[in-house]
Structure formats: structure tokens, C-alpha cells
């Protein structure tokens, strides 16, 4: 006798799971807006500014939770398709934390590769682990084409010219120090071939440096959707493309 398929239970279908960036911040936010809204709840002096203070605390939580598990996916998911990616390259995400450019990157190369490095900080992300970023590749249905590694940006473990494409989310920023940061970039156009492009997404402030540093690049702000609480901490995307080498001369890092 055959079994009735709707009688089946189907498997749970798990999601890639990618966490909240600097987690100790929203919690911060929503803390201190709390604290606003009890201390406005009292009879005193100043009650409707403490209260108003109380519900912008919380408004910069919400849009920061928002950008943090909603919006910045659909930016890069946006950006990637831009990209207009062939399907064939080789691709390194810089900071991939537990994956959320790294996946949808892969998702685009099916006969291509997506390399992930990290010193996996969870300071920098909620349980970020190598093997989250691994399950959310599995659940993504890319595992076979995605791998990570653990790296510093500033020291890349990567022969010169080994991938097409560069990409990076909030992660250089995290650098202590401006050199480490110039260096990371430097370490960026190294390991690009010749005409490959780096995408970073970073706070506005810091991707102008970027630019500077480069002495090339286009910038682009990548609006409310990547806002991490206010556009004072919105996010703008550096396009950098690695020239040639001049005949005669050795491939310089940008």
C-alpha cells in the first residue's frame, strides 16, 4: 500500500542564521532608552524631554536591528547583482563574519569559488564562529562552494593576483589603527589580479579615507537600509578597480 505524500511531514527548512552586528550596542541603546522612559514616568522636572530622549534611544535600536538583520542583506543582495557577476570568479570576503556576503556571493558563482577570512571576534558579531558561518552555507545550499579561513586582513594568507573580486562589510573599521587599516586595503589589491574589483561597504567617515588612501575609487551612500541607528553611522560602498601593471614595472598594490 503507498503512502499518502500529505500525510508526510516535510523536513524543517533552516535559514541562514547571520546574527547582530556589535551586538553590545543595540542592547546599549534599548537599555538607555528604558532607563528614559522610567525615570519620564515620574513626577519631575524635564519629564517630556526624558521622555522624548527615551523614545529616540529606542528609535535608533529599532533601525539599528532593522539594518543589522534585515536591510544590509538586502543592499548586498542588491549590490551583488549590480556586480554583474559571471558566475566563474574567485571571491574573497574580508571580515565575513558568519557569512552574509560570503553566501549570497557564492549564491552567484556556481562555477566559481568564495573564500571567507576572519579572526572571528564576537565583540564584532554575535556567535561568530567558523562553523556557524559553515551551517549557514550548508543551509544555503552553498557549502560546496564556500569556504573560510582564519586570517588577519593585514597579513593575507593568499598569493598576489588570486581573485577576481574583494568584497567587505564593517569589517575594516574594526582595525585599531589607521595603518592597519590602509594596510588591510593594501593586502586587498595585492591578492586582486589585474582588473579585479573591491566592493567595501563601511561607515561613511572611514570609506572616504579609504578613497583617499587608494587615490581611486568611486563612492556611493548606500541609504536608510544600512543606517546602524542614524545616517550619522550610515554606510557608503567604495568601487575600486585594480589597474595593470605598466609594462616593465612589477603589479603595484593598487
Known sequence: MSKNTSDVTPPPVHRP?????APALPAALG???AVCCLAAGRRRPGRGATAIAGAVLFAHAGVYLHTTLRGKLRVWRRQLDLAGLNGDERLLDLGCGRGAVLIEAARRLPRGHAVGVDLWSGKDQSNNRPDATLANAAAAGVVD?????TADMTALPFPDGSFDVVTSALALHNIPSFEGQYRALDEAMRVLRPGGRLFV?????????YAAH???GTLRGLGPGYWYGSPLLGVTLLHAVKKPAAAGTSAPGQ
Do not use: N, P
Request: charged letters at 30%; hydrophobic letters at 50%.
Open 214 to 216: 587608494l587615490g581611486q
Open 145 to 149: 562552494r564556500a569556504e573560510v579561513t
Open 31 to 33: 537599555a538607555a532608552g
Open 201 to 209: 561597504a563601511d561607515f561613511w567617515f572611514a570609506a572616504r579615507k
Open 17 to 21: 542564521r547571520y546574527g547582530v552586528d
